[in-house]
């Protein structure tokens, strides 16, 4: 039988935006998107203008953080990693995920999130939305990977 695969990374990568980062207790619910280019997987939600729809455009009602789905199709003219317009996409309101930081993070920080969708911990005077509830459950000591949790 030939070999498929025989070198491996000695650093295997930790995590990927979306993942729930452990089997603790969380809250999951589903909303469908209402934008065109849809929602990537590790993104922050807020509540859309219709009946059960959410949007990625921060601003007041925040809903929780986009879970990845492998098992997703990528659709035509679609993007990898996100979900697409109308889908039926799942929320972690509590618990443990992992998100794509912009800059260095402490344990314990609050989480905010830019106009422009990215994850930090500065307030900047009340431009970016606060996550409430939400911490970093790590430290980084620049931009990257790591867990935010609401316990």
Known sequence: MAVV???YNNAPAAGFAGMVANGETSNRISRT???AAGIAFGKAAFRGAGDHGV???PGAG???IVIADHGLPLLPGGTADTF???ASVPLITEGVVMVSASLAVADGDP???T???AFTNVSNSGANTALTGWVYDGTLGAAG???IARR
């Open 5 to 7: 695969q025989d070198t």
């Open 33 to 35: 998107i209402e934008d």
């Open 55 to 57: 949007t990625g455009t």
């Open 62 to 64: 925040f809903l929780g």
């Open 84 to 86: 697409p317009q109308y």
């Open 111 to 113: 989480v905010y999130v």
């Open 115 to 117: 106009p422009g969708k």
């Open 145 to 147: 990977l790591v867990n």
